[in-house]
Every structure is written in C-alpha cells, then in structure tokens.
C-alpha cells in the first residue's frame, strides 16, 4: 500500500518485539496483578502512551505475551521433530527442544504457564493450548501406528498424549525451579521412562540418546 | 477433661464436615470468588455466623476444603497399594484409587485441584501437595528398586515420580470433564503407558488388569 513498507514497518514490529520482552521479564519477576505499565514502559525504553496505543490494556499484553510464547515454543519443538526418524527419536527431539526451551526461556515459561494457570481469566486460554498440543501428540501417535500397519482406539490415542503432555509439564515445571538442571538430560531420562516404561527400566534397561546430541 | 467428651464433640466434628461438605459443592458450582458465606450458611442449612465461628474467613474455609479433600484423597490411594503385590499391581490399586476417587468426588476435585491452581494464594499449597505426593511415589519407586537389588540416582527417581504425578493429573483432570469415562479403564490404560511404555505399545503388547480388581 505504502512505497515505503519496509521502513515503515519493521520499526513498529521491532518495538511490540521489544515490548513483549520487557513485558514478559515485567509479568514473571512480579506476577500478573503487581505488574504495573510504569514498568514495563520503562523497561521496554518506550512511553507508556506508546505501549496502550500498540498493546492495549494489561489484559491484552499478558495474552499477546501467552499467544507469542507459545507460538514459540510450538515452533521450536515441531521444528525439531523429523518426520522420517524413528518414534523414539522423535519423542527424543521432541522432549529436548521442550525442555531446552524452558531452560532458554524461563521467563517465558513463567508467564506461559505458572502465571496463566494462576489467573482464572487466562487458564481457559492456556487450557486450549495443552489441548492443541496433545492432538499434535496423538496425530504423530496414530501416523506411527497407521505406519505399522496398526489401529487403536481415538480415546487410547487421546490418553496417551495426555499423560505424555502432563509428564512433560510436570518434569518443565520442575525443571524451571532447577537452574542447574540440564535440559537434555532431563529429555533423556523422559525418553526412558516414556518410550521404555517401567517395567523394562525396572529390569535394567537403559535407552541412550542419539550420540550427534 | 469433660466428663461427655463424645456427647459434646461428636456434634461438632459433625457439623463441620456438613460444613465442608456445603463449602466444596458451593466453591465447585460458583469458584472461590463468587461463592457467598451465605449460599454456604444456606446448603449446610447452619447460620452464617456459625459457619463463621467454625471454619473461619471464605480462605479459611477454602484451604480447610483443599486439607480434606486432600487428606481423603491420599488415604484413598495409600490405603488401596497393598506392600506385597508386585509392583505393576501396585500401580493399577493406586491409579484405580485415584481415578476412581476423582469420579466419586468430582466437586472435590474441582476445589482441590482447578480451584486451588487457579487461585495464586492456594496454588503453594497445591504445590507442596504435589510434591508430597511425588516424594510418596519416588520412596515407593526406591524400596521397589532396592528389593531387586538395585541402585538410581536420587534425581532420576525424583524425575520420574514427576512424571508419573504429573501424567496422572493431566488424566485425572481430563476424566473430571468427561462424566461418561470409566476410572478403572482410565487407570488399565495409564498402567499400560507407565508400565510397557511405548516401545512395548506399539509393537502391540497389552497389560491386562488383575481379574479380581
């Protein structure tokens, strides 16, 4: 529409980026409710007119925060996952870029998923985010069965992908309290539990990772 | 130190439980902040200012909710795991305990579990909760270890009590939404991912739950 779109753009796009990352620091150092616009105007470098006029209300940069964070974080981890490698090295890249993005982006998590579950408006939200990401999860189950030849119940499909979301969950929460922790191992011991099971990790069983990492 | 300690007391113990029992049907129909000390008063069919005198502020009465539930829902479980069975017995009593105790009691769930998560006060508690609940299962998963003579670090037992706590909540939350699912067939199919895993699930192997449970 403009002759010049290129200048005009990449300017504002640059400054919501840069605002969504002060806002994201702002929200998990305070909580949702303690965070005030002062601060993250501030933090961002940019007037506090500017971030209403660009963001909107608080309520609207927390969700603009929780929809890019978890953008993110599904591209990071559907970008990892190669179609033509066996399931359990999948479930393995998988596991390790999840895992590897919340120790990247801890703030990020924070946000994403301690503050949103912590705040009824925002719950539903991330509710339909975990719903999402357990039918990509039982989508790449059924394609490995169907691979095999075999079929099995849409609702074993469903349950499966729910306890693998939920562990994952669970384990990045636990992880995010670890600063220490390392993500791939941390990846390397769900693969174990996941793909192996107890029963054969009781035995002694161990599965290693990939060795290229 | 009275002489009529059972005459005296029975009916307060009594009443409080009425009391609680009121407070969990009302929090779970209208969340924590709408709920009225009124509409309480009105269910258990007591006076406002005796719910007062008894259980205290809503907050009160609200982390009195979450200490029961939890309490009856750890019995449940605890008292369900024999110590002789093998240990992928031990699994199914315990997930057919909870799965079948979150069905029984769904207001109870709703309170202790989507309530508490959602309410920045109670989620600490929530927390530590679950990590009680995890420290359970990693000694459970260590006793079953050194009975077979063996030796895991203590992170990767911690690790997997995560995961399996964490599975069984996001599959617990699920049954909690779906009236018509069966617990027993949810706690055979969790026994199926936590025990075989997916290794062994894909190449088509099953658990079946024992036949008298």
Same mark, same amino acid.
């Given at each position: 529409m403009s002759t010049t779109p290129a200048f005009r753009r990449l300017p504002r796009a640059v400054r919501e980026q840069q605002m969504l990352d002060a806002a994201v620091r702002v929200f998990s150092r305070r909580g949702f409710h303690a965070a005030s616009m002062d601060e993250i105007a501030e933090d961002a470098g940019i007037s506090k007119p500017m971030v209403y006029a660009y963001l909107g209300t608080k309520e609207e940069l927390f969700i603009a925060c929780l929809h890019r964070e978890g953008a993110r974080m599904l591209e990071t981890i559907a970008g990892a996952?190669? +179609?033509?490698?066996p399931p359990d090295q999948r479930l393995w890249h998988g596991l390790q870029a999840f895992f590897g993005f919340v120790a990247t982006y801890r703030d990020g998590w924070v946000v994403l998923y301690r503050q949103a579950r912590g705040e009824p408006p925002f719950a539903g939200e991330l509710a339909m985010m975990r719903a999402r990401m357990a039918e990509v999860v039982a989508g790449m189950l059924k394609r490995t069965l169907h691979a095999e030849g075999r079929e099995v119940r849409e609702t074993d499909l469903e349950i499966q992908a729910y306890a693998l979301v939920g562990a994952s969950e669970s384990l990045a929460d636990w992880l995010a309290d670890r +600063?220490?922790?390392?993500p791939d191992q941390l990846a390397t011991r769900m693969v174990n539990i996941a793909w192996l099971g107890a029963d054969q990790l009781l035995s002694g069983e161990v599965w290693h990772r990939p060795a290229e990492g």
């Open positions: 996952i190669g +179609p033509d490698l +600063p220490d922790a390392d």
